[in-house]
Nanobody, 121 residues
Framework: QVQLVESGGGLVQPGGSLRLSCVVS????????MGWYRQAPGKQRELVAV???????NYANSVNGRFTISKDNAKNTVDLQMNSLKPEDTAVYYC???????????????WGQGTQVTVSS
């Protein structure tokens, strides 16, 4: 069984910073990519940032230059450093991982339960 657990959400003022962390545990043979998505009320879930096995990264235009995704392969963790936060960043943030949990090189996407980020004065 695979679990993804996020932490680090909360309330922050505009212009502030937060750091989200996600730990992947369980039966893990290989992780292909890890990322962060978010979903604001009344909106669809959208990609925030992703990092691949080789270390490449990709960001949504709306967060590029303000957010940084990083991972620790040894610990199976992925973090999201969020700076210069804006009210429109308010959402539930979810981490995900595309991983092989059976040892057969077939990758499946797993999701965390989400953590709330609220940017407000």
């Amino acid at each position: 069984q695979v679990q993804l657990v996020e932490s680090g959400g909360g309330l922050v003022q505009p212009g502030g910073s937060l750091r989200l962390s996600c730990v992947v545990s369980g039966s893990i043979f290989s992780i292909n990519a890890m990322g962060w998505y978010r979903q604001a009320p009344g909106k669809q879930r959208e990609l925030v940032a992703v990092t691949t096995r080789g270390g490449g990264t990709n960001y949504a235009n709306s967060v590029n230059g303000r957010f940084t995704i990083s991972k620790d392969n040894a610990k199976n963790t992925v973090d999201l450093q969020m700076n210069s936060l804006k009210p429109e960043d308010t959402a539930v943030y979810y981490c995900n991982a595309d991983l092989d949990y059976r040892g057969n090189q077939r990758y499946y996407r797993f999701w965390g339960q989400g953590t709330q980020v609220t940017v407000s004065s």
